[in-house]
């Protein structure tokens, strides 16, 4: 991670901001990291791996917490270390970014009929209830930042997709609704509460079979983890003040189809 926030910087040194995010160690969420520590953002994040060494070096990443967010009490223990690490401080950002969408070793869609039960639990563990866990638990220090939550939602939460699989896709139309109760629930504390769903980002998830999928995207191409990562940063800003318990799609519209 190049850090140059001495060149972007957008807060003091006395007033900087903190970010927390699930899902750090690559993709959209490692590019979302990059983004705010280049304005000088304090990082607090998890994901189930380390993160790259020389990204700990990064002076504005203050803690990372491996952590699996599949599992409840390892949830909570993120929760109760992070909190620790602010020590009282608020939280300004949580980005809900960690995700699961598991598909078969020979590239059929898993689909409603086809998915064994249990790894639907496991999704909807991690891409639904663990940030509910999360905005609970991180609640009353956003409050204490007048912060924002984003919730990385998906372009297959809003209708059938030819690959990812229903879980997953259920999964995250459920989160868009969560993220719709949110922000009415943490308006009383001054929290702003909204969605980003991507569509086809070129990440480590992205095979060549979704390359067929181009023609159907009307800027006839795929995003770039920085294109969703700076549409989350400008959520989190003043510039987003009175925007709350809305989805934002990055697209390049396919989601007009």
Known sequence: ?????????????TDRKTLILTGASRGIGHATVQYFSQRNWKVITCSREDVPEHCKRDPNWADHIV?????TASTQSFIDRANEVLDGEPIHALVNN?????????????GC???????????????????????????????????????????AGHGVHPFAGSAYSTSKSALSALTRELA??????????????????????????YEALIPR????RMGEPTEVASAVYQLC??????VT????????????F
């Open 184 to 209: 009415v629930e943490f308006a009383q504390f001054g929290v702003r509460v909204n969605a980003v769903a991507p569509g086809e980002i070129e990440t480590a998830m992205i095979g060549e079979e």
């Open 113 to 155: 009929l086809n998915g064994d039960v249990d790894t639907w639990r496991e999704v909807f563990e991690l891409n639904f209830f663990a940030p509910l866990m999360l905005c609970r638990g991180f609640a009353s220090a956003l409050g204490k930042g007048e912060g924002a939550v984003v919730n990385i939602t998906s372009i």
């Open 245 to 256: 318990g809305t989805e934002i799609f990055v697209t390049g519209g396919q989601h007009l």
């Open 98 to 110: 960690a995700a699961v969408s598991p598909k078969t070793s020979y590239k059929e869609r898993l």
């Open 67 to 71: 952590t699996d967010l599949n599992d």
């Open 1 to 13: 991670m190049n850090n140059n926030s001495n060149n972007n910087a957008e807060d003091n040194a």
């Open 237 to 242: 800003t003043p510039n987003f003040g009175y």
């Open 217 to 220: 995207i009307p800027m006839n």
